[in-house]
């Protein structure tokens, strides 16, 4: 199983990104996705997380109204756009999947994680 994370990159504040996250080796449609970060110094954190079922979305309160995922089941991806961005929002970005996941703020309940795409939000 590979899950492979990209789009991070430098960006202004009040500025958009749009990460990817393509899987292989697993059978994407059984697995919620979910996004975490970490910033240097901190413990990871939940983002956002997109459900197997039904597609619901659910998100931390700091990105909510800002940030959107979504998923394509037939191009086993899972985006996260990023708009209004902050200098706070600066982190490793990361994705993870979780069979039939339910718990999806738990990092420890997530199967596969991915490498990581950094985002730097400047001032």
């Known amino acids: 199983v590979q899950l492979q994370a990209s789009g991070g990159g430098l960006v202004q504040a009040g500025g958009s990104l749009r990460l990817s996250c393509g899987a292989s080796?697993?059978?994407?449609?059984?697995?919620?996705m979910g996004w975490f970060r970490q910033a240097p110094g901190k413990e990871r954190e939940f983002v956002s997380a997109i459900s197997w079922s039904d597609g619901r979305t659910y998100y931390a309160d700091s990105v909510k109204g800002r940030f959107t995922i979504s998923r394509d089941n037939a191009k086993n991806t899972v985006y996260l756009q990023m708009n209004s961005l902050k200098p706070e929002d600066t982190a490793v970005y990361y994705c993870?999947?979780?069979?039939?996941?339910?718990?999806?703020?738990?990092?420890?309940?997530?199967?596969?994680w991915g490498q990581g795409t950094q985002v730097t939000v400047s001032s």
């Open positions: 993870a999947a979780d069979l039939y996941g339910s718990r999806w703020t738990t990092p420890n309940e997530y199967d596969y």
């Open positions: 080796g697993l059978t994407f449609s059984r697995y919620s």
